[in-house]
């Protein structure tokens, strides 16, 4: 068991390169293996841990893409999820059993779920799955697509499964061989183009989706699982083909200078479960980094940019920041201080002048606190500024996010509501914001989901297949 129980005692390409740098500490380095949490975030990992252990169906383990919202499952939320049992078990939340039988009637579903390119009643193709299924028949909801990066987020819960439980009975020994054949079985040559790009997703009748993973951002660990595959991987140079993309995401000079992707869950989806810590690919040994070091970079230039808020949002501030993907008011035009200013639903967020970067003055606790484990001198500063806020701390940890620019009480929202004083908070969790919360706080403490998955053999493969080296890999 590698989980320890708890102890209870900015803009950079518009904005000046020395207000991100002044807000560097002044040695870059990893996190330290153990970093004393404030006692509250006992109470915040075991609320956001419940989300997963109470919402599960019990008879396929599908996981809701949100909550209280009535939702479709999310297989990327199953992955985290099945990431997660393990640390309920840890904490003595759950018993192992508990956790053992759950996983195992998660993966059994996914070992025999039907798989095949009718538009209507499968719940994958060709090894991949679709991204939303119903939560109780576990078929295709409604058009959706089937998609490379979900599909990788549920593998390396699936991967994680098969490393964590490592005892010698029937159920467990059953869980390893499940984790193996499930994520063996996709066809990853199928699913990438002439280019050697892996697409982002396929439609029955219709074909693969014109975009593919290029560029830098969670496409990453669509690489390393697909190069680490043992039954149909991606081809050699997969990789070097994917940091070919990289040069026009550099951003930064110095201790700044990082790869950059807007919102901050590109920087952490991949190392929730990959420690990318003191090993390199090529790229990474050019630049003098790694990918850890990277990530803490763009952890600080996220909130440099917060500081800096070129955009005058209200509520924006050293201890207030942390741009993403999330929820947010809606799709609307309104006025704000003079201007005329945008606002958008479920959006990915981030720095502007940076890739993919979007600001309409929505904040999410997930954007700082998945990246915990980079930075826990800024991020638990901030968590403790959030919880402070109203209405944002709730049943499950923090809701998705908060605008408190967004006041207007008379306003057509599509989600949340509005206090006149303290803005727009969103009212529903969401799984794969819950579960990056959750590994974040995991391996800050422990090191646990890292130290789990350096023993899986599809994540040592496909990082050496990637031409990474040193460190724990060796």
């Not at 940019?305 to 955009?311: D, E, F, G, Q, T």
């Not at 920041?321 to 945008?342: E, H, I, S, V």
């Not at 700082?368 to 800024?378: D, K, N, Q, V, W």
């Not at 500024?385 to 908060?402: E, H, I, V």
Request: charged letters at 20%; hydrophobic letters at 40%; proline letters at 6%.
């Amino acid at each position: 068991m590698t989980f320890a129980p708890i102890d209870r005692r900015a803009l950079l390409a518009r904005a000046p390169l020395a207000t991100a740098a002044a807000c560097l500490p002044a040695a870059a380095g990893a996190a330290p293996a153990r970093v004393v949490l404030p006692g509250w975030f006992d109470d915040l990992e075991e609320r956001t841990f419940r989300f997963f252990w109470d919402l599960a169906n019990r008879d396929n383990g599908l996981v809701p893409d949100r909550w209280p919202t009535p939702s479709f499952a999310s297989i990327a939320a199953v992955g985290f999820a099945l990431t997660a049992y393990p640390i309920g078990v840890a904490r003595g939340w759950i018993r192992r059993e508990e956790a053992r039988d759950l996983t195992l009637a998660t993966l059994r579903f996914f070992a025999t779920a039907p798989q095949g390119d009718a538009p209507a009643g499968m719940s994958g193709h060709r090894g991949f799955f679709y991204h939303f299924l119903d939560m109780k028949t576990g078929t295709r909801f409604r058009d959706t697509e089937l998609s490379s990066v979900d599909t990788t987020l549920l593998f390396l819960g699936i991967l994680f499964a098969g490393a964590w439980y490592d005892a010698a009975d029937p159920a467990e020994a059953e869980i390893r061989q499940l984790a193996q054949a499930i994520t063996d079985r996709a066809d990853w040559p199928w699913f990438t183009n002439a280019r050697g790009s892996v697409s982002m997703g396929w439609h029955p009748g219709q074909g693969f989706i014109e975009r593919s993973w290029e560029g830098y951002n969670e496409g990453m660990m669509v690489y390393v699982v697909g190069l680490g595959s043992r039954g149909k991987p991606l081809a050699d140079g997969a990789w070097e083909g994917w940091t070919k993309t990289y040069p026009a995401f550099w951003r930064g000079r110095g201790k700044t200078r990082h790869l950059a992707f807007a919102p901050l869950f590109g920087h952490q989806y991949s190392q929730m479960w990959i420690d990318f810590r003191g090993i390199r690919d090529a790229v990474m040994r050019r630049a003098g980094i790694d990918y850890f070091e990277n990530s803490r970079r763009a952890t600080y230039a996220n909130r440099a940019y917060c500081i800096a808020n070129p955009m005058r949002w209200d509520g924006y501030g050293r201890d207030i920041w942390g741009l993403t993907a999330c929820d947010g008011p809606g799709n609307l035009t309104l006025p704000f201080k003079g201007r005329t200013a945008t606002f958008f639903g479920y959006s990915a967020r981030g720095p502007l002048g940076q890739p993919d970067g979007r600001d309409d003055g929505t904040l999410a606790p997930t954007a700082a606190l998945g990246s915990l484990a980079f930075a826990p001198e800024i991020v638990v500063p901030c968590a403790e500024a959030m919880k402070a806020r109203p209405r944002l701390y709730g049943q499950y940890g923090f809701l998705d996010s908060f605008n408190p620019s967004f006041r207007y009480t008379d306003a057509r929202l599509e989600a949340g509501s509005v206090d006149a004083t303290s803005g727009w908070v969103d009212g529903d969790y969401l799984g794969i914001d819950q579960g990056a919360i959750l590994g974040a706080i995991a391996n800050t403490r422990d090191e646990g989901v890292w130290q789990v998955m350096r023993r899986s053999p599809t994540i040592r493969r496909g990082l050496q297949r990637a031409g990474f080296a040193g460190g724990w890999l060796g």
